[in-house]
């Protein structure tokens, strides 16, 4: 849970109390349906954030060069390597080569890193993520590994001649 589901949240509660108790003066009916347009307008106002956030990432990604993203996302101080990789893909990149690194993410002593890393494929690799449905980030990295492993199998970057496989992922903060 981030701090822009709490505000939600807030607003739809916030929302529903105040158009209730605006509505209520015309009765409990009244007050019923005002609570709802409350409800509704709280939680489109409680998502402004998220979106003025989620467009200030995307310029500051776009000012970057694929080579720049790509640094990022294997800096283990980086905030949201999915959105990394979305913006790889966006520009017509193929991220397949990035996967290794995302595998690497999935097994890091980090539960932090590993929570992003399950992000990273769920966003940007869906299709493995399906697979994992057992993969939980707070497991151990050797639990998480063996999760891996049996999902993986043997996973080709194309495009580098580099293959990555769960045996070999190791479990050092990449």
Not at 76 to 102: C, F, M, W, Y
Not at 129 to 145: H, L, M
């Amino acid at each position: 849970m981030t701090i822009f589901h709490v505000l939600v949240m807030c607003g739809l509660v916030f929302g529903a109390l105040l158009g209730y108790r605006v509505g209520v003066h015309a009765g409990v009916v009244i007050g019923g349906i005002t609570g709802v347009f409350g409800a509704l307008l709280g939680v489109i106002l409680a998502r402004i954030p998220l979106l003025l956030t989620l467009r200030w990432i995307k310029r500051a990604f776009q000012s970057k060069s694929s080579k720049e993203l790509r640094a990022m996302l294997g800096n283990p101080l980086a905030l949201g390597p999915n959105a990394i990789l979305l913006e790889l893909r966006s520009r017509g990149e193929d991220i397949s080569q990035d996967l290794p690194t995302v595998m690497q993410m999935l097994v890091s002593p980090s539960q932090l890193r590993r929570r992003q890393g399950w992000y990273a494929l769920a966003s940007a690799f869906p299709e493995l993520a399906r697979q994992s449905k057992d993969y939980r980030d707070g497991d151990t990295p050797q639990e998480c590994a063996e999760k891996i492993k049996r999902v993986s199998g043997q996973v080709s970057a194309p495009g580098n001649g580099r293959s990555t496989s769960a045996e070999g992922l190791s479990t050092s903060d990449q």
